[in-house]
C-alpha cells in the first residue's frame, strides 16, 4: 500500500540534545513537507522540498534542520536551539511543482517531549 | 494573498442532527480548497477537495462541502452527525505561488453529544 510512514511515535528528548524525526514515502511525491501541531494553534510549517536536494524554510524554521537527499524521505532534525520542541510533529507529501490543486497526504505524526 | 478563517473554534451538536462548521477563504486567484479531519493523536486524513469543477464536493463519510465564490465561503456539512465524528476538522487553500504551500485554518472541534 502507498502511503506515508513516520517514526517513531513518540520520541523524548533531552535537554540539550538533537534528535531526528524520519518521514518516508512511497507515493512517487516530489513536495515534502513538516509541520508542526501545538494545541489550538493549527498547524504550522517548518520546512518544505519541492525536489530532491532542495528545501526552504517555513514559518518556523529557527531550532530545526531537514535534508532531502532521497526522493521518499525528508527527515527532520530536532537541534537543542530550538528552544520548545515539545510538539506533535507531522509530514505530508504531495504531488509535484504546479500541482496547487492536489491534496496533500499525511503521516500519523511524532508527539516530541522534552525530559 | 490567500487565507482562511475558521470561525468557530468548538462545535457541539447531538447525535443525529446536521453539522456545520464554517470556513471563509481569501484568495486573488481561483482557489483550491480542501477539508481534512484529525482524530486525535494521528494524522489527517483529506475530507473532500474543491478544485473549480462543480461547487458542490461530496467528500467521505457522508461529508460535503458547497463552494461559493460571491461568499468567499466553502463551509463543511452532514446531514445526521455520529459519534465517531467527533474531532478536529481544518479548512486548507493552496496558496497560489510557486510554492504551492498549504495554507491551514487555526481548526474547529467537533464534540458530538449522545
Known amino acids: 500500500d502507498g502511503g506515508i510512514t513516520q517514526s517513531p511515535k513518540y520520541l523524548f528528548r533531552k535537554e540539550g540534545q538533537n534528535v531526528t524525526l524520519s518521514c518516508e514515502q512511497n507515493?512517487?511525491?516530489?513536495?515534502m513537507y513538516w509541520y508542526r501541531q501545538d494545541p489550538g494553534q493549527g498547524l504550522r510549517l517548518i520546512y518544505y522540498s519541492q525536489i530532491v536536494n532542495d528545501f526552504q524554510k517555513g514559518d518556523i524554521a529557527e531550532g530545526y534542520s531537514v535534508s532531502r537527499e532521497k526522493k521518499e524521505s525528508f527527515p527532520l532534525t530536532v537541534t537543542s536551539a530550538q528552544k520548545n520542541p515539545t510538539a506533535f510533529y507531522l509530514c505530508?507529501?504531495?504531488?509535484?511543482?504546479?500541482?496547487?490543486?492536489?491534496?496533500?497526504?499525511f503521516g500519523q505524526g511524532t508527539r516530541l517531549t522534552v525530559v | 494573498a490567500q487565507s482562511v478563517t475558521q470561525l468557530d473554534s468548538h462545535v457541539s451538536v447531538s447525535e443525529g442532527t446536521p453539522v456545520l462548521l464554517r470556513c471563509n477563504y481569501s484568495s486573488s486567484y481561483s482557489p483550491s480548497l480542501f477539508w481534512y479531519v484529525q482524530h486525535p493523536n494521528k494524522g489527517l486524513q483529506l475530507l473532500l477537495k474543491y478544485t473549480s469543477a462543480a461547487t458542490l464536493v461530496k467528500g467521505i463519510n457522508g461529508f460535503e462541502a458547497e463552494f461559493k465564490k460571491s461568499e468567499t465561503s466553502f463551509h463543511l456539512t452532514k446531514p445526521s452527525a455520529h459519534m465517531s465524528d467527533a474531532a478536529e476538522y481544518f479548512c486548507v487553500v493552496t496558496r497560489m505561488d510557486s510554492s504551492y504551500k498549504l495554507i491551514f485554518g487555526s481548526g474547529t472541534r467537533l464534540l458530538v453529544r449522545p
Open positions: 507515493l512517487n511525491h516530489d513536495a
Open positions: 505530508a507529501s504531495r504531488r509535484g511543482q504546479g500541482s496547487g490543486n492536489t491534496e496533500a497526504f
